[in-house]
């Protein structure tokens, strides 16, 4: 089993920057595929952000290409979120996940391991 803990949300004004980062435990990471989710009220739940085994590759979804980036510290177990420039737009919960394999399915379904959310708000 994994278990993961999201966390470094808050409130920002836009333009400001925000560290998320996503403990994972009963697994090493780097034999994961982890990923970045986030859901707006009243929207669906959307990948933003992946990075593959070995962080042999990573995904970004076009909105936040540039100014999000995804990494991973193998020693301490984590991935962490690094966004900049943030817009009132990018306002949401957002969510750890991880699944064993590539690829990077925009399908929440198929990831099998989430984090319990953190809540990101970008002020205009």
């Known amino acids: 089993q994994v278990q993961l803990a999201d966390s470094g949300g808050g409130l920002v004004q836009a333009g400001g920057s925000l560290r998320l980062s996503c403990a994972a435990s009963g697994r090493t990471s780097s034999n994961l595929v982890m990923g970045w989710f986030r859901q707006a009220p009243g929207k669906e739940r959307e990948l933003v952000a992946a990075i593959g085994v070995s962080d042999t590759y990573t995904y970004y979804r076009d909105p936040v290409k540039g100014r999000f980036t995804i990494s991973r510290d193998t020693a301490k177990n984590t991935v962490y979120l690094q966004m900049n420039d943030l817009k009132p737009e990018d306002t949401a919960v957002y969510y750890c996940?991880?699944?064993?394999?590539?690829?990077?399915?925009?399908?929440?379904?198929?990831?099998?391991?989430w984090g319990q959310g953190t809540q990101v708000t970008v002020s205009s």
């Open positions: 996940a991880a699944r064993a394999s590539a690829p990077f399915p925009n399908i929440p379904s198929m990831w099998g391991y």
